[in-house]
């Protein structure tokens, strides 16, 4: 079972819609992305993930640190919609259980 959680009332998160490839060749604008969105000073930050086609560890662990760094920050991260193979990859890695998935 997948750990979906709902949208905290009263909040107008930040979307940060990722598309095409996550892997060693977009890591470096990817992370880009991911901080400063974190780093705008918004409260709630959505990843969508719907357009995501693939994911290597190297975007996994992007998706891990992101999840770590708005923790530290006070800024509750969200990530939405992934797709078959993305959601397909999430459980076997187990990663469903920790990363905190918009439903």
């Known amino acids: 079972m997948t750990a979906r959680r709902p949208m905290p009332p009263g909040s107008s998160p930040t979307v940060v819609a990722l598309s095409g490839e996550i892997d060693l060749c977009t890591a470096d604008a990817v992370r880009r992305r991911l901080t400063a969105a974190l780093c705008a000073g918004d409260?709630?930050?959505v990843v969508?993930?719907?357009?995501?086609t693939f994911c290597d560890a190297c975007g996994l662990g992007l998706l891990v640190a992101a999840h770590r760094r708005a923790r530290t920050q006070g800024v509750t991260l969200w990530f939405r919609g992934p797709g078959p193979r993305m959601t397909?990859?999430?459980?076997i890695t187990g990663l469903r259980h920790s990363l905190p998935l918009m439903g």
């Open 43 to 45: 409260r709630v930050v």
């Open 48 to 52: 969508d993930l719907s357009r995501v």
């Open 88 to 91: 397909r990859l999430l459980n």
